[in-house]
């Protein structure tokens, strides 16, 4: 059934939360079970919608999925018994994609439903395939699917024409199988491909670079199977800690990775928000009011993407004028008319957002559009004075893991209701 969230707004947060683990860390760890007629054991996989959306595409393709009561997740995929990947299941969630590389190391034939575009912009996969290219496959594209075919896919060297973290994460995950080495240059540096390739480590692969533009990798004939740990979700440590500072409160964000955070944290103490940074953990004191700050996005180590709806949430209430450009997607400024609905005053002109600060939100009836706007429009619910209403939370399922039963244990008073 359709579910809203309720939110009274006002209430410093306080107490400690833990951070879950990062969904786009763990769609390509599951992926990895194509390679291998072995399991694949995911320790802390996330219950999350795309997790299930990527179980039943892995369960149309083969595998056999259970789910222990620790939480852990067993993938094996004993027998490939379908190298296609229908539009029904690739359609809700573009990082199906990624069974694409492993389908085509193991079985040399791969047809995927290309993924299209998505609320926040085209995002093509065209440097997916020009790298598969480079490995020796056929690439053609009939009606609506990518068909691909290799006898033996074989090493080679890969630049991309821009960074992309799926693409090379699928390249990685296709070299591994490969025959000969790989070298991906201009790759993306985001945490979840130096997870990755610790698990294709784990499994039997070589892999030297990871986490650096320049990724080397010796393919195996034969992966084995493995038991993973994922890393801490990033995006919804960086949440959590932007939801401390937005309610003025004093919150201890547990189980994350500093390290992963510099961009955002450096920004967030430009607000003059007050973190301590511990080994695995941040404590957020949140400002009376935010200083006012400019955020240019970009790939990793830079400031993500996916905390600029969050942020711009905790600068509409600056003292004073932001400005907020992106530059990864070109339609990610969705949230702003529903933040408007609430008393922000923001204006975009193409990549570029202005800010100017309100002292305070109202409460309001607004619309999830996509993952993070609905991260943006829950802070600013807690945050505002009176009651919002967010419709189409099903956005926010996709990558926050019982995010509503976190926030009430430090203090919001946010409900889930039907619609």
């Known amino acids: 059934m359709p579910a809203r969230l309720e939110i009274e707004g006002g209430v410093p947060l306080s107490g400690a939360v833990a951070v879950s683990a990062a969904k786009n860390a763990t769609l390509p760890a599951l992926a990895t079970a194509l390679l291998t007629a072995r399991p694949i054991v995911i320790e802390n996989a996330p219950a999350l919608a795309d997790v299930t959306t990527m179980t039943r595409l892995l369960e149309r393709l083969g595998a056999a999925v259970t ?52 609320a926040i912009g085209v995002r093509p996969i065209d440097q997916h395939l020009k790298g598969f290219a480079g490995l020796g496959a056929e690439i053609s ?80 004939p034969d992966l084995v199977g493995a038991r993973h740990r994922v890393i801490p979700d990033r995006i919804e440590a960086g949440t959590l800690i932007v939801a401390g500072a937005i309610t003025r409160g004093d919150l201890l964000v547990t189980g994350v990775v500093p390290e992963h955070l510099s961009a955002l944290l450096a920004k967030l103490a430009e607000c003059g928000v007050t ?63 529903e933040l408007a609905r609430m008393g922000a005053r923001i204006e975009t002109d193409g990549a570029t957002a202005v800010i100017r600060g309100v002292r305070e939100y109202q409460g309001a009836p607004v619309m999830a559009s996509d993952l993070r706007a609905s991260a943006a429009l829950v802070l600013a619910g807690l945050a505002a004075r009176g009651r919002t209403s967010i419709s189409r939370v099903y956005h926010l399922d996709r990558g926050y893991e019982r995010l509503e039963a976190k926030l009430a244990a430090v203090g919001a008073r946010i409900e889930r209701k039907p619609s």
């Open 275 to 337: 973190l301590d940074v511990g080994p695995a953990s941040v404590r957020v004191r949140g400002p009376q009011r935010p200083q006012p700050a400019d955020v240019i996005t970009s790939p990793f180590p830079g400031f993500p993407t996916d905390m600029q709806a969050q942020v711009m949430t905790l600068l509409g209430l600056a003292d004073g004028l932001s400005r907020v450009t992106e530059t990864i997607f070109e339609n990610r400024f969705m949230h702003v008319a």
């Open 141 to 220: 594209i009939q009606n609506g699917y990518v068909e691909a075919r290799a006898s033996r896919l074989k090493g080679a060297r890969i630049t991309t024409d821009l960074v992309t973290v799926t693409g090379t994460e699928n390249l990685m995950m296709a070299a591994a199988g490969a025959e000969g080495t790989t070298v991906i240059e201009n790759a993306a540096r985001e945490p979840e491909i130096a997870d990755l390739a610790r698990l294709l480590v784990a499994m039997g692969a070589r892999i030297d670079g990871a986490g650096t533009a320049r990724v080397e990798i010796e393919g195996v």
């Open 67 to 118: 789910r222990d009561a620790d939480g852990a997740m067993r993938v094996q995929v004993e027998r490939v018994a379908s190298s296609e990947a229908p539009y029904e299941l690739v359609s809700t969630m573009r990082a199906s994609v990624l069974v694409l590389g492993p389908l085509l190391a193991r079985t040399g034939t791969a047809r995927v439903a290309l993924p299209g575009g998505c």
